[in-house]
Structure formats: C-alpha cells, structure tokens
T-cell receptor, first 113, second 117 residues
Framework: AQTVTQSQPEMSVQEAETVTLSCTYDTSESDYYLFWYKQPPSRQMILVIR??????QNATENRFSVNFQKAAKSFSLKISDSQLGDAAMYFC??????????FGTGTSLTVIP | DTEVTQTPKHLVMGMTNKKSLKCEQHMGHRAMYWYKQKAKKPPELMFV???????INESVPSRFSPECPNSSLLNLHLHALQPEDSALYLC????????????????FGNGTRLTVT
C-alpha cells in the first residue's frame, strides 16, 4: 500500500509569483510513478505533471515543475508565473503495480490578482 | 473538452429511487474507474474494470452496482441510496491497468453531482 501526504490544506500566491506545493509519500514498491492533478471549480480532474520514479531528472511542463527527492520520498510542485486560472484544488498522488491510484488530501490554491 | 463524458451532470434522487450514472470514452482505453468525491476531499476509489471485467471493488455497499457493457461504456446503477451517498461521482479511464505501461495516466470526466434526499 501507499500513503500520500499533503501538509498544506490551503496556499495562496500573488499573480505572476511562484508557489511551491508540498507532497510526501510512502511506498514499498520499486516501480511507481507520481503525479499532480488539479481540480478547478469546473470539477474535472486535470493531469498537471507526472514523474516516473526511475527517472532522476525532474519533470517539467511549461510553468509547472517538480522537485523529486526519491530518498526523502518528497515530490513538490512548483508553479511559476502564477495565473488566475491556476486557482484550484491540487492533488498529489502515486500509482504502482495494479494501477491503484493513491491521492493525497489536497491543497487549495488561491491566486491573488 | 473532456474525452470522458459523464451523464447526467446533476442528479437528485429519493432514497427509494433507482437511477443510473453513465460514462463513455472513445480513446480505446481498457481500464475504467468509478470514484466518489466528497467536498474538499480527494477522490475515493470505488470500482475498477479492466477489459470489461471487474478488477477491483473497494468494499462498496451493494446499493451501488457497476456495469461495463463494452470497452467504451461504464455504468453505475444506484438503488436505495442514503443521504450520506450524496457526492460527486467521477468516472475515469486509463489505457491499461498496470504501471508496466508507463503512459497510462487517469483521464477524468466532469463528474455527476448526486444529491440523495
């Protein structure tokens, strides 16, 4: 089994600034990947970024990047140049053999104009 | 535009009603999922179908009955629900079940907001 922990229930960021959302996980699996989904008020869960555990290089997707620290079991999300449309609930998670997707408790991000 | 379509978007039902939620995807995905999500909480896995066969049932009460008629469709039949079953029900699909195929993230629909009165 896996557990995923997001210690920041709420975060806020000024528009155009950078914010980092924290995530830690615990797993006994050797083959897994990690991901961040966002859920805006429209309700749809949208994949933001994912990282295979075997890759050392941190994944990036435009303004979104991760800081993957495998030994520390940490997987934080950095959002650069924050935009109003980034306001959403962000869920960190992990998936391993059997495709069981484990989600963290979420971080609600507010973007201040 | 979402590639996973869920209907209806909203549903209000009484505790004695029978209703169904529908989910459709045309991405050729062979794994389909039902999740339940309460407000400000993460999605909770209910069922997983792989190649139209039920693969995972997370000890969901029998008043929820899933069905996968074909590889594109997933239904959730509801009967004798309780008010605490009110939630957002999300359908998702992925290319396959199993992380061995690495490009297999979850694709979610917009959900059905269910209210049980």
């Amino acid at each position: 089994a896996q557990t995923v922990t997001q210690s920041q229930p709420e975060m806020s960021v000024q528009e155009a600034e950078t914010v980092t959302l924290s995530c830690t996980y615990d797993t006994s699996e050797s083959d897994y990947y990690l991901f961040w989904y966002k859920q805006p008020p429209s309700r749809q869960m949208i994949l933001v970024i994912r990282q295979e555990a075997y890759k050392q290089q941190n994944a990036t997707e435009n303004r979104f990047s991760v800081n993957f620290q495998k030994a520390a079991k940490s997987f934080s999300l950095k959002i650069s140049d924050s935009q109003l449309g980034d306001a959403a609930m962000y869920f960190c998670g992990a998936v391993s053999t059997g495709n069981q997707f484990y989600f963290g408790t979420g971080t609600s991000l507010t973007v201040i104009p | 535009d979402t590639e996973v379509t869920q209907t209806p978007k909203h549903l209000v039902m009484g505790m004695t009603n029978k209703k169904s939620l529908k989910c459709e995807q045309h991405m050729g995905h062979r794994a389909m999922y039902w999740y339940k999500q309460k407000a400000k909480k993460p999605p909770e896995l209910m069922f997983v179908y792989s190649y139209e066969k039920l693969s995972i049932n997370e000890s969901v009460p029998s008043r929820f009955s899933p069905e996968c008629p074909n590889s594109s469709l997933l239904n959730l039949h509801l009967h004798a629900l309780q008010p605490e079953d009110s939630a957002l029900y999300l359908c998702a699909s992925s290319q396959v079940l199993g992380v061995g195929f690495r490009d297999s993230p979850l694709h979610f629909g917009n959900g059905t907001r269910l209210t049980v009165t």
